[in-house]
């Protein structure tokens, strides 16, 4: 399986980086150029552990439905978010 590791430096609390990672408005605002939006699952607010979220979402000109499932839920410090159904399901 691949890993893919990305390290960013913001200069703001931890606990309000976790959250807003795990907000699926602040997400849903920042692809808003790109139409990306939940219709399923999560549809608004913060994530926690066991919940999913269907994103609609256009990549390679192809209208795709990806979903994903928190799996990992330590605040404030990590979270695995795996995808469980969609074209890069394991």
């Not at 607010?45 to 795709?64: C, N, P, S, Y």
């Not at 795996?82 to 394991?90: Q, R, V």
Request: hydrophobic content about 40%.
């Amino acid at each position: 399986m691949a890993l893919i590791q990305l390290e960013t430096f913001i200069q703001a609390p931890l606990e309000r980086c976790f959250d807003l990672s795990l907000n699926v408005d602040a997400h849903s605002k920042s692809v808003a150029k790109t139409h990306e939006r939940p219709v399923a699952g999560v549809m608004s607010g913060m994530m926690k552990l066991g919940d999913t979220v269907t994103w609609e979402a256009v990549h390679f000109g192809i209208r795709q439905h990806l979903t994903s499932e928190i799996t990992v839920y330590k605040r404030p410090t990590r979270f695995t978010d795996e995808m469980i159904k969609g074209p890069f399901t394991p």
